[in-house]
């Protein structure tokens, strides 16, 4: 082999080395902007991912009867799984009572969960719509919107919850300094 | 072992017979069973040999050994029915060695167990990335693995001993949400790769296709993106679906809400969600009313396992044994008190010592029949020793309730009978 040809092969070699990211797809299959929409259901703080629709607190009343308080008890209080109103100023005390309006930080999240999440029976089976209506209705049950508020993507992400000031991230993995520190 | 046995090294009391010491520790080991059967009394009691059961598709446990999880509702809500379960309870209290039996890993489910049919499972990565990508079980097993023994621990471990101690509790319900199996998977540094991940993105949602659709988001520190898998093998077989069938994620040292399972999205993005399980549920809330937030790895740990509660001791010859661990790193000593943690002696510990896996620990111990307290406290290669309660609950109060490490210590009374007590 000349010295040419040999320089020519390390050439071949250190191509095929450099190439080897476009292996990438024997494994799996791309993703489809399309299919990813069916699956991109999570919420942001800042309200990125929530989707158009809105609801209303009085709407929200009847859905949450219908599908929520045999669980969570009328009013969101009372039923066998967790309290989801009251318990405000409680939360320094031997009996803290941890509820959406006492101890969550972000009404993003709250639609989120329930999107994802509930009724516990039939998860995702609520409209957009009915999920920011019982949202709305969860939030004033909570004095945190009016009885007979409404939310949508633009207003749930500006509701600033009772406790979104209750939390001290592990300085470890605290998100306003973990990367940033080098 | 060595050739100085225990019995060796230290003199049995006269008034104390072999038969007695060694049915207290069965009583441990094996359970009731063992204890319910005549045992033989002399060689010439032992049955005879004889063919046995025949051969069989999968090794079935002895029926002489009982070995069973506990179903929990909340603290003190115990052996409820499983349809009102919210975890089930490794039996650490009859297991040896550093590995837990596949069946008896604990578990914890948020919407129950899902039946997933892996020819139809997926798992999508996306988010800031090149090349977003599906993948089935049958591309993760074809990626280079890694294959790991890690422990995962529900975050509520220890939850009987936040505000008091029952003393009618064992180690199954006082520790019984840890586990430790080997596990086999993909590393994620090897998936990001293939989805050419944007290098802006420093969190990551890792999402489970359980009911609950449980979502965490993960900070892809240097640690968790060169130690995190996705695997798909427990103990050399597919994952069992209580712990993820047919793919979950696995972070070494990491709350076990973490280690999400049924695993079906991996979203890259640049802060954290906020999602339900980093908010409302798995937040430590402090005596001031504030709550720490993304206390993410689990502490150094350790439990006496052997005596522990409810079992009872005699005087003479005891070999204590426990298991330690921690989030950090490895074990790197293990001390064992019986004078209520007035002085210390060092266990020995079981090889291999492995990072962010259980260990189990041992000493010998003359019990000289007096009422005392015994309890352990480990260190990990990090310098972090597990607190004693007192300062554990000075620093976090009584109402955190998840992330617990404080000494569990064992009281032991003039008859030998081994309970549950703060300190």
């Known amino acids: 082999m000349s010295s040419h040809d040999k320089l020519l092969l390390a050439g071949i070699l250190t191509a095929g080395l450099l190439a080897a990211p476009a292996l990438a797809f024997d494994f799996g299959r791309p993703a489809t902007p399309q299919e990813i929409k069916l699956w991109d259901i999570d919420v942001g703080p800042d309200g990125k991912g929530l989707p158009d629709g809105s609801g209303t607190a009085v709407q929200g009343k009847q859905i949450f009867a219908d599908n929520c308080a045999a669980c969570h008890g009328d009013n969101g209080q009372g039923g066998i799984k967790d309290r989801l109103a009251g318990g405000q100023g409680t939360l320094a005390s031997n009996m803290p009572v941890k509820t959406v309006g006492s101890f969550w930080p972000y009404a993003t999240t709250l639609f989120d ?45 500006k509701i600033k919850m009772p406790n979104r000031d209750g939390f001290i991230p592990e300085p470890e993995f605290d998100p306003a300094r973990l990367f940033r520190k080098k | 072992m060595t050739s100085k046995t225990p019995v060796e090294l230290l003199p049995r009391p006269a008034n104390v017979s072999r038969r007695g010491f060694v049915g207290g520790l069965s009583a441990g080991i094996f359970g009731a069973v063992a204890s319910e059967a005549a045992g033989a009394e002399t060689l010439a009691d032992v049955p005879d040999r004889g063919p046995g059961a025949d051969l069989s598709a999968h090794s079935e446990r002895s029926r002489f050994a009982k070995l069973d999880r506990i179903p929990e509702a909340t603290p003190g809500k ?66 280079p693995s890694v294959t790991r023994v890690v422990f995962i621990e529900c975050t509520g471990n220890g939850w009987e001993n936040w505000k008091k101690a029952d003393p009618d509790v064992t180690v199954q319900n006082t520790h019984g949400l840890v586990s430790t199996n080997e596990w086999t998977g993909v590393p994620l540094k090897f998936l990001i790769d293939l989805v050419a991940k944007d290098k802006g993105s420093k969190w990551m949602l890792a999402e489970g296709g359980d009911g609950a659709g ?82 993410l790895r689990m502490e150094t740990n350790s439990v006496i396992t052997q005596p522990s509660g409810m079992m009872q001791i005699q005087p003479g010859y005891n070999r204590i044994s426990g298991l330690a661990w921690s989030g950090h790193g490895k074990i790197a000593g293990v001390e064992i008190s019986t004078d209520g943690a007035r002085t210390w002696k060092p266990a020995q510990l079981s090889q291999p010592v492995l990072s962010k896996a259980q260990v189990r620990f041992q000493m010998d111990w003359a019990w000289d ?55």
Not at chain 2, 100 to 119: F, M, N
Not at chain 2, 126 to 134: D, E, F, I, N
Request: hydrophobic share 35%; aromatic share 8%.
């Open chain 2, 369 to 423: 029949g007096k009422p005392t307290k015994i309890v352990s406290r480990s260190t990990d290669d990090h310098g972090n020793v597990q607190p004693d309660r007192q300062s554990f609950i000075a620093a976090m109060g009584t109402n955190a309730l998840f992330h617990y490490n404080a000494q569990q210590t064992w009281s032991i009374d003039e008859a030998g009978r081994v309970r549950n007590v703060l300190a």
């Open chain 1, 113 to 157: 969960y329930i999107h994802r999440a509930m009724p516990y029976p039939t998860p995702g089976s609520l409209s957009t719509d009915e999920t920011y209506a019982v949202t709305a209705y969860i939030l004033s049950l909570n004095g945190i919107v009016p009885a007979d508020g409404k939310v949508d993507k633009e207003s749930l992400p």
């Open chain 2, 214 to 295: 449980v979502d965490r988001s993960i900070p892809l520190t240097d640690e968790i993106v060169n130690e995190a898998f996705v695997a798909y093998g427990q103990n050399g077989e597919p994952l069992r679906p209580a712990h993820g069938f047919p793919m979950r994620l696995v972070m070494p040292g990491f709350e076990g809400n973490l280690n999400i399972k049924w695993l079906r999205r991996l979203k890259f993005g640049s802060e954290p969600w906020m999602t339900r399980w980093e908010t409302a549920r798995y937040t430590q809330l402090l005596a001031n009313g504030k709550a720490r937030q993304f206390q």
């Open chain 2, 78 to 143: 115990r052996n409820v029915d499983p349809g009102d379960a919210i975890n089930s309870k490794t039996p650490h209290q009859k297991l040896v060695g550093n590995i837990t039996p596949t069946d008896l890993h604990y578990e914890r489910s948020h919407s129950g167990v899902p039946d997933i049919d892996p020819a139809q499972h997926r798992l999508l990565i996306h988010g800031m990335v090149s090349k977003p990508l599906v993948l089935n079980v049958e591309d993760l097993k074809q990626m």
